[in-house]
């Protein structure tokens, strides 16, 4: 039986070979592939100081859109953390620092499980329904 460690070190190696070795490396002609699609570069997954994050949720995105010069990003602090006004809060925001064809901003909670793990949400319109997945959340 191979050990953890091995299985690791052997997934890092195979991900280092694909990201090395390019189509146009190996004499692949790729540019049919895209039929007019972009590529757009961005984070699903970011926490704020709503949270463990170290900054506020506009600094968040403000870095995200301006330093980092990412196309998307999904602000989701923990949701066992998160208030209704903030909720609400973040949803002002990411609508307003959403620019068409510049920048999207959308907002979702990270839903932590003690034995199932993590998972992010997403929420595309103003919707009150996470309550029923968090107990914690407050939107009264």
């Known amino acids: 039986m191979m050990s953890q460690k091995n299985t690791s070190n052997r997934s890092f190696l195979f991900c280092l070979i694909l990201i090395v070795v390019s189509p146009v490396a190996v004499g692949l002609d ?5 039929d007019g699609m972009q590529v757009y570069f961005g984070s699903l997954h970011g926490h704020s100081n709503f949270s463990d ?12 859109r301006d330093v980092a010069q990412f196309d998307f990003y999904g602000l989701t602090d ?5 208030f209704g006004s903030e909720w609400d809060s973040n949803q002002a925001l990411t609508d307003g620092m959403t620019e068409d064809h510049e920048f999207v901003a959308f907002r979702g909670f990270e839903y932590s499980h003690s034995t199932d793990g993590h998972i992010n949400v997403f929420y595309g319109l103003r919707q009150r329904k996470a309550n029923r997945i968090i ?5 009264n």
Request: hydrophobic share 35%; net charge negative; aromatic share 12%.
């Open 30 to 34: 790729v540019n049919h592939l895209s």
């Open 53 to 64: 994050g170290d900054e506020a949720p506009s600094e968040v995105l403000t870095h995200a």
């Open 78 to 82: 923990h949701g066992e953390f998160l």
């Open 135 to 139: 107990p914690n959340f407050d939107f």
